[in-house]
């Protein structure tokens, strides 16, 4: 379970303080409903039933107070209250990256009836500065493509672009593949292409794919280690310690490996795919391994995919997965 931690204030504006848990847990999670009504989807619902159920806990909210940020993997952050009503949130997450403290700039909301009003800069100032006082080395976010709006209150405060992720489903009510109705897709359906179990002799060039598609950076927060994927007595042991359960299969074209993907059973709403694709061959091998997904009569769950924007799209939707949406990965640095 995520915490919410109270900090100092870095700023004397009378509407602007440190979250409190106390006070404004169950409130956050009225604002952030209202405020992201029409994005919310099944894992947003389950953690705005995780913050109701941990408000009506006395025991979680003494030590959520106390705790600070000395456990890691939790929330922090800021509220904009006027006249009694919290009108503004933001969450900050810590978190570490290639040996550096940093901050995710989260949960990012204002009531609707008073946007405009400069209340998400202000918020954000705030994160910022909370981030330099901490000694992290930059604080992170991500956005929503479509909300231009934000983007454009990021880009003014000096956020650089560092990526952008296309997040995919498949529901489980959506067995048939449809049929290819491009010209590259109906190319890669005719393609002697192979799926197979996955060998261990393609984990070198699978592990060295992933670690390009998934970076460090924006996967900081997928339960997901490479090390979960690899071969033989190792990685088995690895997996069952953890409870990690996922099964893999690489697509092959003459013998070679075009790509590799794997499935990993969720505690959560949904299953998780993660593809490994050779370099040249991105949209050949997302089509076959994705279409030799849907068609397991085994998939009873919503499934997810979290890949790069622009790479393999086309082939990923012809194989039936829908684009959810997009996000826009932003950092900054602490002394830019």
């Not at 190319?187 to 002799?201: C, G, I, K, L, T």
């Not at 490996?257 to 794997?262: D, E």
Request: net charge positive; aromatic share 10%; hydrophobic share 45%.
């Amino acid at each position: 379970m995520m915490a919410f931690h109270s900090i100092a204030s870095p700023s004397a504006h009378p509407y602007l303080r440190p979250f409190n848990p106390r006070r404004d847990l169950n409130r956050t999670a009225d604002l952030i409903e209202l405020a992201f009504d029409d994005m919310l989807d099944e894992e947003g619902q389950a953690y705005l039933r995780q913050i109701r159920t941990a408000a009506q806990n006395p025991i979680y909210l003494v030590w959520a107070e106390t705790s600070g940020e000395r456990v890691g993997m939790q929330l922090s952050g800021y509220v904009w209250e006027e006249q009694g009503q919290l009108v503004g949130n933001l969450s900050l997450i810590p978190f570490h990256v290639q040996g550096k403290r940093c901050y995710l700039i989260a949960n990012v909301a204002v009531h609707p009836n008073h946007r405009r009003k400069g209340i998400a800069r202000a918020l954000t100032a705030a994160a910022l500065e909370h981030t330099r006082r901490r000694g992290a080395q930059a604080a992170w976010l991500h956005v929503r493509q479509e909300n231009e709006a934000a983007v454009a209150l990021y880009r003014s405060l000096r956020f650089r672009e560092r990526a952008r992720r296309n997040t995919y489903r498949l529901s489980p009510g959506e067995r048939a593949a449809p049929p290819p109705t491009d010209q590259d897709a109906l190319e890669y359906a005719s393609m002697n292409v192979r799926v197979a179990p996955r060998r261990d002799q393609d984990w070198s060039a699978q592990a060295a794919w992933m670690k390009v598609t998934y970076p460090a950076e924006v996967c900081w927060h997928s339960t997901l280690n490479i090390s979960h994927l690899r071969p033989g007595l190792f990685g088995a042991l690895h997996r069952m310690l953890l409870d990690v359960r996922l099964r893999q299969w690489s697509a092959l074209q003459a013998g070679n490996l075009l790509g590799v993907i794997a499935w990993r059973v969720s505690y959560a709403y949904a299953d998780d795919l993660f593809l490994a694709l050779a370099p040249g061959s991105e949209s050949l091998a997302a089509y076959h391994l994705l279409s030799w997904i849907r068609a397991q009569p085994s998939r009873r769950r919503l499934l997810t995919l979290d890949f790069p924007a622009g790479q393999a799209e086309g082939a990923i939707q012809a194989a039936g997965f829908r684009l959810q949406h997009t996000l826009i990965w932003m950092s900054k640095d602490a002394d830019s």
